[in-house]
């Protein structure tokens, strides 16, 4: 055993009070790792990735566990270190409660099965282990960190929460951040912030709430928001108890109940401090990691990033010579077979730049046989409408590209597109390029139809995980071990910054035809994958691919907008305003910036003493949902939230829209995004259109102002109806729910009769039916749903019971869904589209919950968006087979927007609606009817 793996086995009592040494003037930095709650949250943050070696054991978690290491040693540069673990015998806290951490699941197997290399890695870096039978490794933080305290400034590496109650004067929270090597350092006045009590409270707060991840009961309906209150107001749970006659009845009551258990409760939570360590501050000295066990390691488990940052973090290491030459002498050499080759794409590329119409020809004749060729243009704008053509790159073979100079050249662009027009527009010749959209959209400016899409590197590595990073340059470096030239790089920066038009041909063309030939490659790997998913590679040429080109066509197309009656909205909803703020004043009795959280907050919880709900950076929270908890405590709140609503509604959309005409068509643009959302939902951008509110008055303003785009023309407007209940019914097979859709009743009003045992169906009673009905899908629980309906949480909890056991089809099929997610590490839409959910298995309850919610929506909800995907898909190909002159314009949420003739609508109606039938069969809907509801008007509201 190493002199730093120190293992403390002691037969007898582990407990002494701990006499603290003398402070020192200059404290030295002590850093105390959590040792398997870091590695817990390495595995799962990793675990989607699937980093295996090459004979398939699993790596990710001692990757990101290194990761963190490596991160404490390069920022921190620490005197001291420690890394503290869990025993396997039960502790002092399982023989006070025998139920404690009895929900617990063991740990997952390739976790376990790392635990090892994370030892031997420990012993390699020279940092010791501390283990005592029968304490947790929060008991032997808590007592280092109060013997060191004195001596030294500690910092304890942990993402538990728990561990806040050590904090103190000299001691700190280091919290790994949203990026797995990020560390947020959390001190007294973080802590109190954050959790709304200070460190010396923090027991008293984990005493009345429990701990659910540890199986620690608190007070039945105190949570961390009432705990919080509570002791801000009392100091401690001791006065608390004191003034149980001041406290409400429902929480006097809790309390009472719960009294008997207090005293076994704080035991429970408090961290010990108080145990026999034999450790002295020169055992846990830093020193440099011991290369020849840590290189061998290293490689054994082909951690390559990790040894390429080695002598960045310990840079004397390098300082010896003979060290560096032994890591980097041969292409064998330890550090030369592990550091990640990120390199230049030109280098050893072909890559030429064509300037003539004799080239251009000689090129173009080359490529008459090509099976397929890379495409991507260089401009001068994102803004399509406003983008100049500064040439175009195309690729047939990996490491091979020609950039086809359209300016500082000899070539009329005019005359050399049109020679490129019959290569471009060949429909038998497949298109790649990293979001072909932007380039279809520019080329349709010049009269070109970029197509057919053959694929698009950007959709596939969105298909293959939706929540990577999707540009080019993150692709080529994570997939191909390329560094490439930025945009910026090119052109430079600042007043420096040089015009497209105006950068060398041949600088220009290597930075082109890298990004041509660089999507090239990537097909070739992303092919691959696919190939070996199916199921995904049928979404990618099936459903994602084919979109690109009708997403083009929308956005091109645009809308037109009756800009008048926007300017007659404004003024109404302005003047509604006016008077709203004036009725605020004078419920507030002064005036002040509602606009201004700042003074909203003194106004609300200083002058009218209302109470607080949330805090926040800057002071309490004053946004929607505090609102609205305060709404029945004064009226002046109801006005706030309606405040709210028309100045968002007046300054998003109806003010705003007309600023965002284009000035060259007349027309608004949106831009269609297939690949931001987790789900595979589409959003808009500029403007996004899908948060138009459908049922308020000003909402159906805003939607009466989308107009076609001749008095003689019509919009066509078709929406599925209650698409994701049927989709629900599908997936679970519950007969019930399915036989109600065969029999065309109003969905809300079976379940209605189903939960409240009735024929006679009241308007709320279906109100309530249909908010039981959606929520289910979102994972609705009795909290949610008595707040959402208004009832109590126990005739929440009634519904809910009533309809779990008329649908257990349901319930069972989401219950599943969560166990698969679990097990897989993703959930799946009927076509098999992924979304990989790596916090189903957090050991965080509250994060394991909104996982768990995600789990059970997301094959809902994906599955709605491949259904409107493949519509959409359908209609434009029906559309251009039929020779209609009928365009298809906008799609929201479930709904389609067409623009349309007198001749066309009627047949048109028919086509769209068999279509989106049509999109949800091939999308897996075989046992449940699906239904279109179509429309036509003058506007987009009457449309609807």
Not at 392 to 401: G, P
Not at 480 to 509: N, R
Not at 523 to 530: A, G, Q
Not at 555 to 562: K, L, N, R, S, V
Request: aromatic letters at 6%; hydrophobic letters at 40%.
């Amino acid at each position: 055993m190493s002199r730093k793996q120190l293992d403390f086995f002691h037969s007898g009592s582990a407990e002494r009070a701990v006499a603290p040494p003398k402070p020192v003037a200059e404290k030295p930095k002590l850093i105390l790792i959590d040792g398997m709650a870091m590695l817990y949250r390495a595995f799962f943050a990793l675990q989607r990735a699937g980093m295996t070696s090459r004979d398939g054991k699993p790596t990710g978690a001692v990757y990101g566990f290194t990761s963190a290491l490596l991160k404490i040693f390069e920022t921190y540069k620490p005197d001291y270190l420690a890394a503290a673990f869990d025993s396997r015998e039960k502790t002092f806290r399982h023989h006070l409660y025998p139920l404690y951490k009895a929900n617990r699941s063991a740990p997952p197997e390739d976790l376990i099965s790392q635990l090892d290399a994370v030892f031997e890695l420990l012993a390699a870096f020279d940092i010791p282990l501390i283990k005592i039978p029968g304490f947790e490794a929060d008991d032997l933080i808590g007592t280092a960190a109060r013997i060191f305290q004195p001596e030294c400034a500690v910092f304890i590496v942990t993402p538990d929460k728990d561990l806040a109650q050590l904090v103190q004067d000299g001691v700190s929270i280091l919290r790994p951040g949203k990026n797995q090597n990020e560390l947020e350092l959390l001190g007294r006045s973080e802590i109190a912030e954050q959790f709304g009590v200070p460190p010396e409270r923090f027991t008293d707060l984990l005493t009345l709430t429990g701990d659910t991840s540890d199986n620690i009961p608190g007070a039945k309906g105190i949570g961390p928001k009432t705990a919080a209150t509570l002791l801000g107001k009392y100091d401690s749970l001791q006065n608390i108890y004191l003034h149980l006659g001041d406290l409400s009845p429902k929480n006097r009551l809790t309390l009472e109940e719960f009294q008997p258990q207090l005293d076994l409760i704080k035991q429970l939570v408090t961290i010990r401090t108080d145990l026999q360590i034999d450790l002295t501050l020169k055992e846990l000295a830093c020193g440099s990691p011991d290369l020849t066990l840590l290189l061998p390691l290293l490689n054994k488990l082909e951690l390559k990033t990790v040894i390429g940052r080695l002598p960045v973090v310990f840079p004397k290491l390098m300082e010896h010579a003979s060290l560096e030459a032994s890591m980097h002498d041969g292409p064998d050499s330890p550090l030369a077979a592990a550091e990640p080759e990120l390199r230049s794409p030109r280098t050893g590329a072909d890559y030429g730049v064509i300037t003539t119409e004799e080239g251009l020809k000689a090129l173009i004749n080359s490529l008459q046989d090509a099976p397929r060729i890379a495409v991507d243009t260089e401009t001068t704008s994102l803004n399509t409408f406003e983008a100049e053509l500064a040439g175009i790159s195309i690729s047939t073979e990996a490491r091979k590209a020609r950039f086809i100079a359209l300016a500082n050249s000899s070539l009329n662009p005019q005359s050399a597109l049109e020679l490129l027009r019959p290569l471009l527009e060949n429909p038998e010749l497949p298109k790649t390029g990293q979001n072909l959209k932007y380039d279809i959209l520019v080329l349709k400016k010049y009269g070109i139809d970029l197509t057919p899409v053959g694929f698009d590197t950007m959709l596939a590595s969105y298909v293959l995980d939706p929540e990577e990073k999707h540009n080019l340059d993150d692709l080529a470096a994570r997939h191909l071990g390329y560094k490439t030239t930025t945009f910026e790089e090119l052109t430079g920066t600042g007043k420096a910054k040089l015009h497209i038009f105006d950068v060398e041909p041949e600088q220009l063309s290597d930075y082109a035809c890298q990004d041509a030939d660089l999507a090239l490659q990537l097909e070739e790997i992303f092919r691959k994958k696919l190939e070996g998913e199916k199921e995904l590679l049928w979404l990618c040429e099936h459903i994602e691919f084919p979109l690109v080109s009708v997403l083009a066509a929308m956005e091109h197309a645009g809308i037109c907008i009756d800009t008048p009656h926007l300017e007659k909205t404004s003024e109404a909803v302005g003047k509604e305003l006016e008077l709203l703020t004036e009725k605020i004043y004078a419920a507030s009795g002064a005036p002040f910036n509602i606009d201004s959280p700042k003074q909203l907050s003194n106004i609300l919880f200083n002058v009218l003493g209302l109470p607080t709900k949330k805090s926040t950076k800057t002071g309490f929270s004053t946004n929607v949902e505090v609102l609205e908890e305060l709404a029945e405590l004064h009226p002046v709140v109801a006005s706030l939230l309606e405040y709210r609503t028309l100045q968002k509604l007046k300054t998003t959309y109806i003010d705003a829209l007309p600023k965002i005409v284009n000035p060259l068509t007349g027309r608004l643009h949106t831009s269609f995004n297939q690949f931001i959302t987790a789900t595979g939902r589409l959003s808009s951008s500029n403007p996004n259109l899908q948060n138009i509110p459908i049922r308020s008055p000003l909402g159906k303003e805003i939607r009466r102002a989308f107009i076609p785009s001749s008095p003689d023309k019509w919009l066509l407007s078709a929406d599925y109806s209650q698409i994701e209940l049927r989709i629900a019914a599908e997936i679970s097979g519950d007969p019930q729910l399915i036989e109600a859709f065969r029999n065309r009743e109003d969905i809300h009003t079976a379940t209605a009769r189903v939960i409240f045992g009735s024929d006679e169906i009241t308007p709320d009673m279906r109100r309530k039916a249909k908010e039981v009905n959606f929520g289910v899908l979102y994972g609705i629980m009795p909290f949610g749903l008595s707040k959402r309906l208004n009832i109590p949480r126990s005739e929440a909890i009634a519904i809910i019971d009533t309809y779990k056991a008329k649908y257990p089809g349901l319930f069972l099929a989401l219950q599943e869904i969560i166990e698969t997610g679990k097990k897989d590490g993703y959930v799946s839409t009927l076509l098999g589209r992924r979304r990989y959910i790596a916090d189903l298995n957090s050991r965080n309850s509250n994060i394991q919950k909104a996982a768990e919610r995600a789990a059970m929506n997301t094959p809902i909800q994906g599955t709605a968006a491949d259904i409107i995907k493949c519509a959409m898909n359908l209609c434009s190909e029906r559309l251009r087979k039929n020779s209609m002159r009928s365009v298809m314009l906008l799609q929201v949420h479930d709904e389609l927007l067409f623009e349309t003739t007198d001749e066309e609508k009627e047949p048109l109606a028919d086509l769209i609606e068999e279509a989106m039938i049509d999109a949800a069969i091939i999308c897996g809907l075989k046992n449940v009817p699906v239904e279109v509801d179509t429309g036509i008007g003058k506007n987009w509201l009457d449309a609807h």
